[in-house]
């Protein structure tokens, strides 16, 4: 009888090592102060935008890139030129409420000559993406 439960204990023992073994092996990769990120066009053009991050707040690297994949989908939308919009830079600055993103790009104007543009969006630390302001 003792033996049975002096095994039923260390087996309920190893369950629980393993099941807290997952959860530590299941780090968080949160976002540097600066990085490139990775950006691909529907028609194949890829961009390495390199972005600095002055957020006061820690968030995931996930959720920064779902943020910048929606401001550079809606950038695209606004700006009406699919071709020629180019995104050369991002930064990331603290709000009150919410956090900011400053996207510069350029696009061709109707001359043909390369115009600078810059959008400013408000984001949250989920990464859902509010108006332009």
């Known amino acids: 009888m003792v033996n049975k439960s002096c095994k039923l ?42 972005v600095d991050n002055n957020l006061e707040v820690q968030m995931e690297q996930k959720r920064v890139n779902r943020a910048l994949m929606l401001i550079l989908l809606k950038s695209v939308l606004k700006s009406r030129d699919f071709d020629s919009f180019d995104p050369f830079h991002i930064t990331l600055l603290p709000d009150e409420k919410n956090q900011v993103a400053i996207l510069e790009f350029t696009k061709l104007n109707t001359s043909g000559e390369i115009k600078k543009f810059t959008y400013y969006f408000t984001f949250d630390t989920f990464g859902n993406v509010f108006n332009q302001l």
């Not at 780090?27 to 028609?43: D, E, L, Y």
């Open 9 to 50: 204990c260390f087996l309920l023992f190893l369950a629980m090592l393993f099941n807290s073994s997952f959860l530590f092996s299941q780090q968080v990769t949160m976002a540097p102060k600066n990085f490139i990120f990775s950006w691909q066009k529907a028609n194949g053009d890829q961009y390495e935008i390199p």
